[in-house]
């Protein structure tokens, strides 16, 4: 399927204004679903998509949001106590149009299948942030996970993107990604973000991520290189 146009969920974020720039630059007709504290956060591009006022969660924002739209791009976010990535993700799940692709952005920490390979450093660092998290109730981390969980049940034609730690810069072109965390291949553990937007945009049209969860890491990143020269090689041979 063609993409003509595209609803961003979470547009205001640092990752969604990323990723309207990337889907403005391909042509496609966005529309923007942000809360209406974070609408003058995307004046610049004011006239050029449309902007739905909301809670991401909120069933009604998103149905509206997504009508019509061949693509939702959606920023999974753990804020507040009230299910809020897990609202999101079934709004779009229930709402989108039948065929339309849908690509979901979370962290490392979300596993599809259980055999991503994590350091004793990030597993000791998503549990101090998830008890602390719930101690100040300001984020849910269990909550994307279980929005992620509702995402792999689904036969939606969905992709679930897994973001290694972030960093800003200019764009080094589109990361890198492996199936799982611990691949040598993403050691490095870094991706600008304006690249991880890059990957989320570019997957719209990229069917043969359907009902993948890619873990990215950047393409110029030390472990990054060391696989295509590995790769170099192998095919030298
Ligand atoms: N930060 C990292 O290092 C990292 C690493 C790996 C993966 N990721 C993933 O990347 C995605 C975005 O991360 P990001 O760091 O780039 O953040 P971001 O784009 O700035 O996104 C933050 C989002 O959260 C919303 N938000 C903030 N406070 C909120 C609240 N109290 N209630 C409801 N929504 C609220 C923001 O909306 P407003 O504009 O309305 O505030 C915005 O849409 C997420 O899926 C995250 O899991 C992040």
Redesign the pocket.
């Known amino acids: 399927m063609s993409i003509k146009k595209v609803c961003i ?10 990723m309207v720039r990337h889907a403005l630059e391909r042509g496609y007709e966005v529309v923007g679903v ?2 209406e ?2 609408v003058p ?1 995307l004046a610049e591009f004011a006239d050029r998509i449309t902007i739905i006022p909301g ?2 969660n909120d069933r009604e924002v998103i149905r509206k949001a997504v009508d019509g739209c061949d693509g939702v791009l ?7 106590v009230r299910q ?2 897990s609202g999101t993700a079934q709004a779009v799940l229930d709402f989108a149009e039948p065929d339309a692709r849908l690509v ?7 596993s599809r299948d259980g055999q991503d390979q994590y350091s004793w450093k990030f597993r000791a660092a998503v549990r101090v942030v998830t008890v602390l998290a719930r101690l100040v109730r ?1 984020v849910e981390i269990d909550d ?1 996970v279980e929005a992620c969980r509702r995402i792999f049940a689904s036969d939606r034609k969905w992709t679930v ?6 960093e800003e810069g200019e764009s080094q072109g589109l990361p890198v990604w492996s199936r799982h965390v611990g691949d040598p291949i993403l050691g490095s553990n870094l ?1 600008r ?1 304006v690249d ?1 937007a890059l990957f989320m945009v570019a997957a719209l049209a990229d069917d043969t991520l359907i009902h993948e969860a890619p873990a990215i890491v950047g393409r110029c990143t030390p472990s990054a290189r060391a696989h295509a020269a590995i790769a170099g090689t192998a095919e030298n041979r």
């Open positions: 969920v979470g547009a205001s974020g640092k990752l969604g204004r990323y942000c809360r504290r974070s956060k809670a991401t959606a920023v999974l976010v753990p804020w507040g809020y990535s979901f952005s979370c962290g490392w920490h979300i300001a994307q993107v897994r973001g290694s730690d972030l991706t973000r991880f």
